[in-house]
């Protein structure tokens, strides 16, 4: 994030004003984040889907009984987004690529997990 902003920054707002700039990885699927975990890190890793209300209850038991309704209706969102936008259909496609006008890109999952060393729980 910050090499991203000091970017735009730098870039003054005559050339920024306007614009949005997205600080985001590539796409990735929980299947595919499964098989880059697998290849990274020598551990089986397996996406196994659960149900929306799991998702609830797991969730709410780590960050609080509050935070259990919105858990399960973002999960409910990011199953039923658009495919042909971006950031679960906030965005069109094009403002994906407003980083190469920075010459940055986000790290994607494969170099976030061998940057951090990072194997799991």
């Known amino acids: 994030m910050g090499a991203f902003s000091a970017k735009i920054f730098a870039l003054g707002v005559e050339r920024t004003k306007g614009k949005t700039y997205l600080a985001l990885g590539p796409r990735i699927t929980p299947e595919g984040m499964a098989k880059v975990f697998t290849r990274v890190t020598g551990k089986p890793a397996v996406h196994s889907p659960i149900s929306f ?69």
């Open 53 to 121: 209300e799991e998702f609830g209850r797991l969730s709410s038991a780590l960050v609080g009984p509050a935070f259990k309704e919105d858990a399960i209706e973002m999960m409910q969102w990011a199953a039923v987004a658009p495919t042909d936008k971006t950031c679960y259909g906030a965005f069109e496609l094009e403002v994906e690529q407003s980083s190469e006008e920075l010459g940055l890109t986000a790290s994607s999952f494969e170099d976030w997990l061998t940057r951090s060393g990072w194997t799991g729980p």
